[in-house]
């Protein structure tokens, strides 16, 4: 079973579309993250959920809104898409919000490109 | 605020060689340091933290890692590579005052060469 799963794992979108990114996982954990990771392979967070509540949010457009229905899911949507979004987006997560653990589990990314 | 250099892009070694990746970071007080490794197409998966005590780390696969507070520096280093090893190596570092987020450096490529 895999632990942190995202959908879809490649996604090729026009500029101007509005696309969403899912994410599941099974390990039971309070808290979800979703990463960019640009070209030059640097990842940056940009969002964190604690049992579904919005507890990390970066300097992120408001294009993107994140949305966590249950604490096993946390999905993406992107409006508007523009080309500087092509990236690929992880997600993961851990047993809670505090960082005693140390540990995240990835999920194994996806890849948004934008024409 | 934190933040995390990791100094060399990428390094090429010979099946064998002993491996060291450098790690700087930038933190007014104690941070927690983590290793994560992303294999091509994959996710990353932690390699060892370090949060208090005993200065070197073990973790997986065979890799250890050193903080050195006077170097603010948090090296990972592997005796012996083997061809399995070849991947982008992420140092990180976090804090419960940052908001428990995870910084990450910008990673290097590790290619081992037969």
């Known amino acids: 079973d895999t632990a942190v799963s995202q959908t879809p794992k490649y996604l090729v979108t026009q500029m101007g579309n509005d696309k969403s990114i899912k994410c599941e996982q099974n390990?039971?954990?309070?808290?979800m993250y979703w990463y960019k990771q640009d070209s030059k392979k640097f990842l940056k967070i940009m969002f964190s959920y604690n049992n579904k509540e919005l507890i990390i949010n970066e300097t992120v457009p408001n294009r993107f809104s994140p949305k966590s229905p249950d604490k096993a899911h946390l999905n993406l949507h992107i409006n508007s898409l523009e080309l500087g979004d092509s990236a690929v987006y992880f997600c993961a997560s851990s047993q809670e919000a505090g960082l005693l653990t140390g540990e995240l589990f990835f999920g194994e990314g996806s890849r948004l490109t934008v024409l | 605020a934190q933040s995390v250099t990791q100094p060399d892009i990428h390094i090429t070694v010979s099946e064998g060689a002993s491996l060291e990746l450098r790690c700087n970071y930038s933190y007014g007080a104690t941070p927690y340091l983590f290793w994560y490794v992303q294999s091509p197409g994959q996710g990353l998966q932690l390699l060892l933290k370090?949060?208090?005590?005993?200065?070197l780390v073990q973790g997986i696969k065979g890799f250890e890692a050193e903080f050195k507070r006077s170097q603010s520096s948090f090296n990972l280093r592997k005796p012996s590579v083997h061809w399995s090893d070849a991947a982008e190596y992420f140092c990180a570092v976090g804090a419960r005052a940052a908001g428990n987020k995870l910084t990450f450096g910008g990673g290097t490529r590790v290619l081992v060469k037969p």
């Open positions: 370090y949060f208090s005590g005993d200065t």
């Open positions: 390990l039971g954990h309070d808290t």
